[in-house]
């Protein structure tokens, strides 16, 4: 067997998810961490160990939102609160927010990285543009062209959203 296909053997493991996800959830909702804890899923998604690449983990609560209490009296089940889904899948969510809280660098495309009974965690490959090293390689230097990726629906989870 193949390096990667060892390593998605190990994610598969559910005592070790359980016990990342238990870590993860003292930490703050976007942490920019060393390595990607999935190694094979961020390689296929495009990490590359080198400057100018960084990994995002973005935590995002799990289900629906609740809207604004309206004025007025009503009864709860007309009051058009409760279930109330984004337009967007919580993916694409957590690449925006990620390129939101990191301005000088753009979201490459993202995967899941596990999830409790409340949060679901998404890994964001991010790439800085105007980094030396990105700017010389030209696998992924057409990234310096390019601003608010994970905005206008362009990472894989966005286009997915798109169709």
Same mark, same amino acid.
């Not at 993860?24 to 999935?38: C, H, L, M, Y």
């Given at each position: 067997m193949s390096l990667f296909?060892?390593?998605?053997?190990?994610? *598969? +493991?559910?005592?070790? #998810?359980k016990k990342n996800v238990i870590v $993860?959830?003292?930490?703050? =909702?976007?942490?920019?961490? +060393? %390595?990607?804890? !999935?190694l094979d899923r961020a390689r296929a998604v495009g990490y590359k160990a080198k400057q100018g690449f960084a990994v995002v983990r973005i935590r995002i609560g799990k289900g629906s939102s609740k809207r604004e209490q309206p004025a007025g009296g009503r009864k709860p089940a007309h009051a058009g609160?409760?279930?109330v889904t984004p =337009?967007?899948?919580?993916? !694409?969510?957590a690449e925006e #927010? &990620?390129?939101?809280? @990191?301005l000088n660098m753009e979201a490459l495309n993202s @995967? @899941? &990285?596990? %999830?409790?009974?409340? *949060?679901? $965690? @998404?890994e964001?490959?991010?790439? +800085?543009?105007?980094?030396p090293v990105i700017k010389s390689d030209r696998k992924i230097s057409?990234? &310096?062209?390019? !601003?608010? !990726? =994970? %905005?206008?629906?362009?990472t894989s989870a966005g286009k997915a959203g798109r169709r």
């Open positions: 296909k060892y390593l998605r053997k190990t994610f *598969d +493991d559910k005592k070790q #998810r $993860w959830n003292k930490q703050g =909702a976007i942490v920019r961490i +060393d %390595e990607p804890s !999935r609160m409760t279930r =337009a967007k899948s919580l993916q !694409r969510i #927010r &990620a390129s939101k809280k @990191y @995967y @899941y &990285a596990g %999830e409790s009974g409340k *949060d679901i $965690w @998404y964001v490959v991010m790439v +800085d543009p105007n980094h057409w990234i &310096a062209s390019q !601003r608010g !990726r =994970a %905005e206008r629906g362009l």
